[in-house]
């Protein structure tokens, strides 16, 4: 093949041969382009790029004296002492457990939602609706945790005041392990539909409305529209949502852990993800070598399921793949 000429592939599988441009006259054609596009790459560079130098920390012992590129290279040390640690196969199973949890049911509630706003024939109605699933996003997980401890506080909360006064027995919420994987999905999903259904929103009111006309001629009702053509047609942007969800599968959400479960050592067993994991081991030991050797622990794994989930799409259909 010239090498001033490239393939490209089809949906249905046949190959094209088309001249490769070449880069000045790339530059030259799309300059007012590339203008544009200039500032996010410059950002991307300062914030992006150049601090994952800093990863070098993950091999050394962290001094205050010899900063980052100048203090003593210690190899695998820090990896070794996460190991013998204990805790990281722990929350690293909590992480990609919630993960999983977070994104299999944010996408049922989310798509679900914006098929049943879509469907509201009362426009006033679908905007105080949708406004009321948005509002939740904009609540800060700080205050979200403060409303919860005074609902659920076992001495003064809410909930046990009612209990109390009803004669019923108190639930101690802080105390009871087992609740909390049903608590955080609960609130994830309370704070995460609303914005995440707006996207999918996006794509309804992108679809091509005669579909929907030439159903309703040949007798389809509501719900057979919504299996047969509206479901099926926001599957390319749940693939897309779902990829980059999969993408920071080991990241968990920081301020949702914290600020809802603190520092409780009783619920760490089932609420302590990699990044709560790594906080405390920065408050509390000030061990920046083991920190940023999870960190970079976190960050192959990531790469690694990204790069794998992405592979499987395209071998099923190249279309729904990211990249």
Not at 4 to 18: D, E, F, L, P, W
Not at 222 to 237: D, E, G, M
Not at 296 to 306: G, P, R
């Amino acid at each position: 093949m010239n090498k001033k000429s490239r393939a490209i592939r089809h949906s249905n599988g046949s190959k094209v041969i088309t001249p490769r441009m070449p880069v000045r006259k790339v530059f030259r054609r799309y300059w007012m382009l590339l203008l544009m596009l200039l500032p996010a790459t410059v950002y991307v560079i300062i914030f992006s790029y150049i601090p994952m130098t800093g990863l070098v920390l993950a091999f050394e012992k962290y001094q205050y004296a010899g900063g980052i590129y100048h203090s003593p290279w210690v190899g695998l040390q820090n990896f070794k002492a996460v190991m013998i640690d204990g805790k990281l196969p722990g929350v690293t199973r909590n992480t990609i457990l919630y993960n999983l949890a977070f994104i299999f049911l944010g996408v049922v509630f989310e798509m679900g939602s914006a098929i049943l706003i879509n469907e509201l024939q009362n426009r006033y109605f679908k905007k105080i609706a949708q406004s009321f699933m948005f509002l939740p996003y904009f609540i800060s997980w700080v205050v979200a945790g403060a409303i919860m401890y005074n609902i659920f506080n076992y001495e003064r909360g809410i909930w046990n005041s009612v209990a109390r006064m009803l004669g019923a027995e108190p639930f101690d919420v802080y105390n009871t392990p087992q609740a909390w994987p049903f608590i955080l999905v609960f609130l994830r999903l309370w704070k995460q539909t609303g914005y995440g259904s707006v996207v999918y929103l996006a794509a309804i009111s992108g679809m091509d409305q005669e579909m929907f006309e030439a159903a309703g001629i040949d007798g389809a009702n509501a719900w057979q529209k919504i299996r047969y053509i509206t479901i099926p047609s926001l599957v390319p942007t749940m693939m897309v949502l779902v990829l980059m969800a999969i993408g920071n599968i080991f990241r968990g959400d920081f301020g949702l852990f914290y600020q809802t479960v603190k520092s409780s050592a009783l619920l760490q067993p089932t609420t302590d993800i990699i990044d709560t994991y790594v906080f405390r081991l920065l408050i509390n030991n000030a061990n920046i070598g083991v920190s940023s050797a999870i960190g970079l622990y976190q960050s192959v794994l990531c790469f690694i399921t990204i790069t794998i989930c992405n592979k499987l799409v395209k071998i099923v259909n190249p279309d729904y793949a990211l990249y």
